[in-house]
């Protein structure tokens, strides 16, 4: 699911740490729309209803929410980017990464 709404928006994918995803874009509005794109499907995704039955994966009768749910964090500004000589592929450093 991410790695596909990834590709429609352009996205690269610096790498992955623990659960976590970072992917970079051109501009910002590729990456918002992105985060946005990320949790509309996971809201109509078809959840097993195993995972539907737990406390925190039950459709909400006040909002759109069921099943998994995830973060999504935008970060925009400028960034130092580096080749990884053992991956050979392009990380991302800065005060813009960390904040």
Not at 4 to 32: N, P, R
Request: include cysteine; aromatic fraction near 12%; charge should be negative.
């Amino acid at each position: 699911l991410i790695r596909k709404a990834l590709a429609e928006y352009d996205g690269y994918e610096v790498k992955t740490i623990g659960d976590s995803f970072m992917v970079a874009f051109e501009k910002a509005a590729q990456g918002v729309l992105f985060g946005l794109a990320i949790q509309e499907q996971l809201v109509y995704a078809e959840w097993p209803e195993d995972l539907l039955a737990l406390e925190h994966c039950k459709d909400e009768e006040d909002g759109p929410w069921c099943g998994l749910r995830v973060r999504v964090g935008v970060h925009y500004g400028e960034v130092e980017v580096q080749l990884n000589p053992l991956t050979g592929r392009y990380d991302y450093f800065g005060n813009t990464v960390n904040k």
